[in-house]
């Protein structure tokens, strides 16, 4: 989970500065402003709504607004109880509920989600992304016209009809950027509307959420005359608890339920007023259904169970069932709950009726063989909208650059034959299996009522020979499930990484708020899902606000509790055990330990902005083996204070994880897109394997000690090769004294142009290469003349984005190849006092905080930093 975003107090100190570094020892300033400031030039791929002025927006785009599912995201029932309304594949569906026929209601241009039925029927209100933006519409269930609710180019969602079907309430961002309750009534040209209460903004810090107040997920009492809401008046954690209060501008609220919930609660008041049934995972890993009073003080009950998902939950009018959403099956699916005695069905959907007519495309990826091949898989109809299977887990982008499509790419990902209903027309297709193959694009003609097939073999990228069996590739920080639309398991991450052509997954275990979704899963062997071409391990991500989040692979006897330290307002707030601790404990269970996304900002010790990062602590004590140079983070930033650490004689490996929450819709992704390849001889997993666990962790075990050797690649897209003198990353070379000629030789292969190939030398680049026509392919070799103690490596780096990688901009970097003179110390003067002074930093804040439990807790951290001053000092 993300360091610099992910646990952050809002109103209080940061843990990360926001400053740009301004001094580097060993690299020029020439070349560092060329390199640091290059980053702006991604600015034009950004983030999806934009607009909505909240931290953490991958935690809110997927838990809280709607996503493109292949199945039902929102469901509302119909005044009589007979039928169901719903949003499936970007569309509205209408169902009744003893039929398994359900008939479209909507198509395009844009994806409809969220639909609430008015109380005479003649009125679905619902939610349309379309233009950069979330307005409410609605459409007649009999004439299927549609028609505009809002403008206002903010997003708007959870529309809900009140009782009389006069008014409507719904959450928007218009005006402030913040999600606040408003009310309007719909009229021939439109709605008006305006936020219901006052912005507020609480006084205490939090985490994850803005400082302002927030009003989530309306729902009418039966008079119509207050709401039931979610929401965080000076709460910490959490999107807050239930609330109701009168529409009048001046009522002040009253708490029904207070807990910590995470954007998925969604409150549904009864229709005999008494009750609200909303979704918590109050004492559990997965949100299932519960039911409390309406007023509040009650003592909340849950109506269902299991190890799954069930949110959205709708009550029909005469409150006899309740309609919601689950995973329980891993994707999405309406089930139907009798209030009286529990019964439970799921709504199966057979056959679908659609506006207009459809054509049936085949799509095979195949390998060089002629046979199927898994791999990612994108699908734009002629429409512009995306389209998958009927049972595949649609992924949407994070982001992504205006100029090139109006909407984030959607995606899944396919066995090797995948079966889509598209729109007649020509249909786009791309395909992608990891950075050894080359992406492959399409367009496709279909007609109506036709089928049509395209076989796309997948090409490989021509690399050197025996270069894809040596080395392996993984992804050393992906959750499983973290809160999102799915629910995963081992099998299914596996296909993932394997449709990513990706060698070895890890599944960093940890905390979402109060929950550890896959401690079930925990084992200090490889899990029993591994292939014969995929290997799963269950590692541990360490969190912490204050000191930077911690990647732990390897554990081989059991997972560190607590997960957490220095929580503010919670028992865990001692700024003890640092990671140096941690790390401790990890290294006696023979793991490996590392620092992930390590910085969105480069770090400047002589600015006023909060430094807590405790990485030149631990990496000066021995304590860090690999490093995150590629991860959900600026890459060019973490790799600068990196060559700090290097030029120091340091050597924490070069690392990548993308940090993906592979349960979600909308992520920061795929599995695999950041990965870091190591030299290992041999098969990902020996042929047998997936019956021999013990074979499994062999391999698992010989990854790990070439990442903890730095025999690495660390990438997103360009594939690079460097040997000095015949020697890989992570090798040491042995000089004379006095100036010496190091000979290398190396390659580039990437699936897109590269804008810049570099050999970089003690942090300087030493030589610009000169990339062919097309700028995906480069081999080159040369000499460098070097002296004393350093090291140097190969980078390749955009100066923006492009569309096939889903990242900021593309970057890779090999470890360096060190060398070393005998009888010369390592001194890295004006990178020493960087870190000095950011130790300074570090110990003036841990001697004052209020946290410690004990004496010994603040005498143990401040020692650990004294030490570290003492190794940097020596290194001056």
């Not at 994806?111 to 939610?127: E, K, L």
């Not at 109006?406 to 990902?413: G, I, K, L, S």
Request: glycine share 8%; aromatic share 10%.
């Amino acid at each position: 989970m993300k360091h610099s975003r992910s646990e952050q107090l809002t109103a209080a100190a940061r843990p990360t500065a926001t400053a740009r570094l301004t001094t580097t020892t060993r690299l020029t300033a020439v070349a560092l402003v060329a390199f640091l400031n290059a980053c702006p030039a991604y600015a034009q791929r950004q983030t999806v709504l934009k607009q909505i002025d909240v931290p953490h927006n991958y935690y809110f785009r997927e838990m809280y607004l709607p996503q493109l599912t292949s199945g039902p995201s929102a469901v509302a029932f119909s005044p009589d109880g007979r039928s169901l309304v719903y949003s499936m594949q970007g569309s509205l569906w209408k169902q009744n509920l003893d039929s398994t026929s359900a008939e479209q209601l909507t198509d395009g241009p844009g994806y409809d989600y969220q639909p609430d039925w008015s109380s005479n029927g003649t009125r679905i209100a619902f939610v349309r992304y379309l233009n950069d933006a979330m307005e409410i519409y609605e459409v007649d269930p009999s004439s299927h016209s549609v028609s505009p609710l809002t403008h206002n180019g903010a997003v708007n969602v959870e529309p809900r009809w009140s009782p009389d079907g006069r008014q409507l309430a719904w959450v928007s961002t218009a005006g402030t950027g913040h999600f606040h309750v408003f009310t309007g009534t719909p009229g021939a040209d439109g709605m008006s509307g305006a936020a219901v209460w006052p912005e507020r903004k609480s006084n205490i810090p939090r985490y994850y959420y803005s400082a302002f107040d927030h009003e989530l997920s309306p729902t009418w009492s039966p008079d119509g005359q207050e709401l039931i809401y979610v929401g965080n008046p000076e709460t910490t954690y959490g999107t807050g608890g239930l609330w109701r209060r009168s529409l009048n501008p001046t009522a002040q609220p009253v708490a029904i339920r207070i807990e910590e919930t995470s954007w998925r609660a969604r409150p549904s008041w009864s229709p005999d007023g008494k009750r609200v049934v909303y979704s918590s995972y109050a004492g559990r890993q997965w949100h299932q259904l519960w039911i409390t009073t309406a007023t509040g003080g009650g003592d909340p009950l849950p109506l269902s169970y299991g190890e799954f998902d069930a949110t959205g939950a709708r009550w029909s009018r005469d409150g006899s069932r309740i309609a919601f959403i689950s995973n329980r099956s891993g994707t999405t699916e309406i089930w139907l709950q009798e209030v009286l005695g529990g019964a439970q069905r799921k709504l199966e959907v057979h056959e679908k009726r659609y506006l207009h007519p459809r054509g049936e495309l085949h799509i095979q990826t195949l390998d060089g063989e002629g046979k199927p091949i898994a791999a990612r898989v994108a699908v734009t109809g002629s429409n512009g909208l995306a389209y998958a299977p009927e049972d595949a887990w649609i992924r949407a982008d994070d982001g992504f650059d205006r100029r090139y499509s109006p909407f984030e790419t959607h995606y899944f990902h396919s066995n090797g034959d995948a079966h889509i209903r598209v729109p007649a027309g020509a249909a786009s297709v791309t395909v992608w299996r990891g950075l050894e193959n080359q992406v492959e694009k399409r367009i496709v003609q279909i007609g109506a009522n036709e089928k049509g097939d395209e076989r796309i073999t997948v090409r490989p990228l021509s690399l050197p020979p025996d270069w894809s069996k040596q080395w392996q590739s993984a992804d050393v920080h992906v959750h499983m499930n973290y809160g999102g639309t799915y629910r995963n398991t081992p099998e299914r991450l596996v296909r993932q990484a394997d449709a990513e052509d990706l060698d070895l997954v890890f599944n960093l275990v940890v905390n979402k708020e109060q929950r550890v979704p896959d401690i079930g899963y925990f084992s200090a062997m490889p899990d029993s899902a591994s292939t014969t071409t995929v290997l799963l391990s269950h590692g541990q991500e360490f969190h912490t606000s204050y000191w930077g989040h911690l990647g732990l692979l390897g554990l081989n006897d059991h997972f560190l509790l607590p997960d957490y330290a220095a929580y503010s307002n919670t028992a865990s707030a001692s700024l003890y055990p640092t990671n140096g601790t941690i790390a401790d404990l990890a290294h006696a269970q023979n793991a490996l330990v590392g620092y992930v996304h390590p910085f969105d900002e480069a770090p400047d010790p002589n600015s006023s902005a909060p430094l807590t990062s405790g990485l030149p602590t631990d990496v000066a004590l021995g304590k860090v083996d690999y490093y995150e140079v590629l991860g959900f983070s600026d890459h060019k930033t973490s790799a600068g204070v990196w060559y700090r650490l290097l030029n120091c004689g340091f050597r924490p490996s070069a690392a990548a994880g993308t940090d993906a929450m592979a349960n979600y819709a909308s992520l920061r992704g795929p599995v695999g897109m950041n990965r870091v390849y190591a030299l290992v001889p041999g098969p990902a997993v020996p042929s047998g394997a997936v019956t021999s666990s013990a074979v499994a962790a062999t391999h698992e075990s010989a990854w790990l000690d070439s990442l903890r050797h730095g025999h690495t690649l660390a990438t997103n897209a360009p594939l690079l090769g460097l040997t000095v003198e015949g020697q890989p990353p992570g090798a040491e070379i042995q000089l004379n004294p006095g100036a010496s000629t190091l000979n290398y030789k190396g390659f580039l292969r990437s699936i897109v142009p590269i804008d810049h190939l570099e050999l970089v030398v003690n942090g300087k680049v030493a030589r610009t290469i000169r990339l062919g026509k097309g700028r995906t392919a480069a081999d080159f070799e040369g000499s460098a003349k070097v002296t004393g103690n350093g090291w140097l490596l190969v980078r390749a780096w955009n100066d923006g984005a492009v569309p096939e990688v889903f990242d900021i901009y593309p970057y890779g970097t090999t470890n360096p190849v060190f060398f070393r003179t005998e009888g010369t110390a390592t001194h890295c003067g004006p990178d020493a006092d960087f870190f000095l002074k950011w130790l300074d930093r570090l110990q003036a804040a841990a001697s004052v905080h209020q946290g410690y439990n004990t004496p010994a807790e603040r005498e143990a951290t401040l020692r650990e930093i004294s030490a570290a001053r003492e190794v940097f000092t020596q290194r001056r």
